[in-house]
């Protein structure tokens, strides 16, 4: 029987790098789920609730985006010396599908029409998630 080799913590500031990068991440896919979870109910409030409910998200959400990009960057700056090329080419694809969510974000607030709202809506979600899976592959 091999032995397993012991479990190692995490050095003090790349929990840190890590705790908020992650924690903003929570706020800008969870949310979004969350949100989504809501709206029938906000529905049954009033016609505009849903709208309320979006604008007040956004306070949070804007803020949490912007903490994604500061604690990527830091991320990057922290963990690309050494890394492989498909590492890099991930994280490429990985930036790319950051800008098109939060794109994507902007465009389903400022959307008149319940479809293009929708289409958005879905746009910011699959991307969003799709970032987050592609940040595990890359923490390793
Ligand atoms: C929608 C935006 C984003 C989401 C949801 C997201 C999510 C995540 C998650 C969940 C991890 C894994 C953390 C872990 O397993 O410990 C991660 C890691 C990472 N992210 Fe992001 N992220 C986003 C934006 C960004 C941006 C804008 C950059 C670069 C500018 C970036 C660069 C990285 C890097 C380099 C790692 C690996 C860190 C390491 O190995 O220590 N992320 N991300």
Redesign the pocket.
């Known amino acids: 029987m091999t032995a397993l080799a012991p479990a190692t913590l995490a050095p003090a500031l ?1 929990g840190v ?2 705790s908020i ?2 924690l ?2 929570s706020v ?2 969870g949310g979004q789920i969350t949100l989504a979870g809501l709206v029938p109910t906000a529905r049954s409030l009033g016609p505009n609730a849903p709208r309320s409910l979006a604008v007040a998200f956004a306070r949070v959400q804007w803020p949490a ?1 912007a903490l ?2 500061l ?3 830091w ?2 700056s ?3 010396a050494g890394q492989s090329g498909t590492w890099q080419i991930v ?1 490429g694809v ?2 790319a599908v ?1 800008a098109v ?1 939060g794109l994507a974000a902007w465009l389903h607030t400022r959307a008149s029409s319940r479809s293009s709202l929708a289409a958005w809506g879905a746009v910011t979600a699959l991307s ?1 998630v799709a ?2 899976v ?3 592959f ?3």
């Open positions: 790349d790098r890590l990068h992650v903003a991440a800008w896919v985006y994604l990009v604690t990527g960057l991320n990057i922290a963990t690309h994280l990985k930036i950051v969510a969003s970032a987050l592609i940040g595990v890359l923490a390793g």
